[in-house]
């Protein structure tokens, strides 16, 4: 990504301070292969429950937010230790061993705990938390997810976007994600 020029999408599935460790590595890459120019800011991720009620915020988070990263850790696999064995895919090794290990529910409420959850304020809060980790441009908001009703994602989007969304669009980021990808043609 750094030889190509562009920022990252950050999907919340390691410890923040892991996230934020790689995060600076590919900064450093980026700025030796580019004459010590400021790399792209990445963009985050995340899977959103927002309720005026923080209470019904938490049992989305524990039903829907929950149910994909099970859904997520059966798809890719998490708990397969021979990934450990695929280049690039180390990682994902390692996971399978802890998973081994703590137990798959474990690993679902990690994954699904690193999402954003609450009120309005407190949703606002933790993405102000994780731009402020990653100096993120902005970020991918999900908002219907783990077979939540579409009455209920609908609601939990149109809360965000009317409480939310206009405290995000007034911070000032110095948004940059990069630079159009002239190379993907070559």
Not at 124 to 150: E, K, N, R, V, W
Request: hydrophobic share 40%; with cysteine; aromatic share 10%.
């Amino acid at each position: 990504m750094a030889r190509l020029g562009v920022g990252l999408l950050i999907i919340a599935q390691k410890p923040w301070d892991k996230t934020v460790a790689e995060l600076n590595a590919y900064r450093e890459i980026y700025r030796e292969i580019h004459n010590n120019a400021e790399p792209p800011k990445p963009i985050v991720a995340c899977f959103i429950c927002c309720n005026e009620d923080a209470a019904a915020a938490n049992a989305m988070h524990d039903k829907y937010t929950r149910g994909y990263s099970r859904s997520a850790l059966d798809h890719y696999e998490f708990h397969n230790e021979g990934l450990a064995d695929i280049k690039g895919y180390e990682y994902y090794g390692a996971l399978a061993h802890n998973i081994r290990k703590h137990g798959v529910d474990a690993f679902v409420n990690f994954l699904a705990d690193l999402q954003v959850r609450g009120t309005p304020q407190q949703v606002y809060d933790q993405m102000l938390q994780y731009q402020h980790l990653t100096d993120c441009a902005g970020f991918i908001g999900i908002f219907s997810f783990g077979g939540m009703p579409h009455e209920m994602a609908q609601a939990n989007m149109r809360l965000f976007a009317r409480e939310v969304l206009p405290r995000l669009q007034g911070l000032e980021v110095g948004a940059s994600v990069g630079t159009p990808l002239a190379i993907a043609a070559e």
